[in-house]
């Protein structure tokens, strides 16, 4: 039987959609193709407006494909755990519509929808997993569900409360994949920082983190996903004295303005991240700072975003992403009033992204001059006659560009390299390979 896969999504959708694929691995042969297929399936996102909408674009892209292949569809993920008995409604041709709840049992539903006998593996086995990943790298996710309700996030609607690996088990994992050759490891989860608590009571990412600093092997460690308000100071210590641990701190803050974090029902607070930055800066002078930011919330002002620009030109992020507010059904968040426009909603947006691409410019261009170490080859851009290539610095997703490289010899994907920066722009290096 032909299985066509396809994930949406974030990175975390990624690794279940790797897992889903392990159970299935040794009986199906995977397909490139769609209209190669006997069964498509696809993994959604309904974390916002934008990602349902893309995900039932696909559904129906699908549907076309079905008429003329006759294959069977199933769609699992984020929309049917959220919207099951809408959608069951709205595509009738889809098979199959498949809960997270229903994981354990997905080689049943397989079995159901194709009246196949087949054998499959039960329930998703991180262990078990079909890389979709480059070799060099990996995503690891250390925990699912999330303990935090913030007034505007469906995530503990969709994917529930926080229920953590154990240690042993990453640690197992990531064996795995050192002795496999990646050298990028990217830890996830909705909130990675509190990682732990609910297995063992307290936080535990320093713990995990030690225990992987344990194995041995050529590898590096990025954390995604942290909480400021759980970002502790002997995590920062650990991360600057630890070889293995990327000096790269991923903290979404979502806004810098007291009232708006209140309303949003976050934790923290102005003075408490912007101590925290300070902080970070002070003890590792390296490190790379990525935030994630959020215009139109409820009660937002113009004088809100012009404050908020103020906090990123002081703060400095290396890298920002930014998206507006959308209204998500059963958040807190549907209860406030003073809803904004769209139209008012997009203006800030790009008001934000564009104060943010003049300081990443900045910062970029300080960087010309200077060496970069073991940044690692991820494709070659035939347009312009040069490789690309990521560091430490650079997490695997759009938000944070890329260097460009003028390479003195023929490379190889995953090959780690040495530049030199000989220019910049604001999400790009382009450099010289130092041989």
């Not at 009246?115 to 250390?142: C, H, W």
């Not at 210590?237 to 209140?262: A, G, V």
Request: glycine content about 4%; some cysteine; proline content about 3%.
């Amino acid at each position: 039987m032909k299985l066509f896969m396809q994930s949406l999504g974030c990175v975390k959708n990624q690794v279940d959609s790797e897992m889903i694929l392990g159970i299935l691995k040794e009986t199906i042969e995977f397909v490139e193709d769609p209209m190669d297929a006997d069964l498509m399936l696809l993994n959604t996102c309904a974390f916002i407006e934008p990602a349902r909408k893309e995900a039932i674009d696909t559904i129906f892209e699908l549907v076309e494909v079905k008429k003329k292949n006759h294959a069977k569809i199933m769609v699992c993920g984020c929309l049917p755990q959220r919207y099951k008995d809408e959608i069951v409604q709205l595509i009738p041709e889809v098979d199959r519509f498949v809960t997270i709840d229903e994981y354990n049992a997905l080689g049943q539903i397989v079995n159901q929808v194709l009246q196949s006998k087949y054998t499959f593996k039960k329930g998703l086995d991180p262990l078990e997993k079909i890389i979709t990943t480059p070799a060099y790298m990996r995503y690891v996710k250390i925990s699912e569900g999330c303990m935090n309700r913030c007034a505007f996030c469906a995530i503990p609607l969709i994917r529930g409360n926080l229920k953590s690996r154990t240690i042993e088990n990453i640690v197992e994992e990531v064996k795995g994949a050192v002795s496999e050759g990646a050298y990028e490891i990217n830890l996830v989860a909705q909130d990675t920082t509190r990682y732990g608590f609910d297995l063992y009571h307290r936080l535990a990412l320093v713990d995990l983190l030690k225990q992987l600093l344990l194995i041995e092997g050529d590898f590096k460690i990025r954390l995604l996903y942290l909480y400021p308000e759980l970002v502790t100071d002997e995590l920062i210590h650990l991360i600057k004295t630890s070889p293995k641990l990327m000096k790269y701190f991923d903290i979404p803050i979502q806004h810098s303005e007291d009232k708006l974090l209140k309303a949003m029902l976050r934790r923290s607070n102005k003075k408490m991240i912007l101590d925290l930055m300070h902080k970070i800066k002070k003890e590792i002078p390296s490190a790379t700072l990525r935030t994630t930011l959020m215009v139109g919330f409820p009660y937002e002002e113009e004088a809100d975003v012009d404050q908020m620009i103020d906090f990123i030109q002081e703060v400095q992020f290396d890298h920002m992403g930014a998206f507006t507010f959308s209204l998500e059904e059963n958040t807190p968040a549907c209860k406030y009033p003073n809803l904004i426009t769209e139209d008012t909603k997009q203006r800030r947006y790009e008001r934000l992204m564009s104060a943010q691409a003049k300081i990443a410019l900045m910062l970029k261009k300080k960087k010309i001059g200077t060496c970069i170490e073991n940044a690692f080859v991820i494709g070659y851009d035939a347009e312009s006659f040069l490789y690309v290539a990521r560091s430490e610095e650079f997490a695997p997703d759009e938000i944070d560009g890329c260097i460009y490289v003028a390479a003195k010899e023929e490379l190889k994907l995953g090959q780690r390299i040495h530049v030199k920066i000989v220019d910049a722009d604001a999400y790009t290096l382009t450099g010289e390979q130092i041989v």
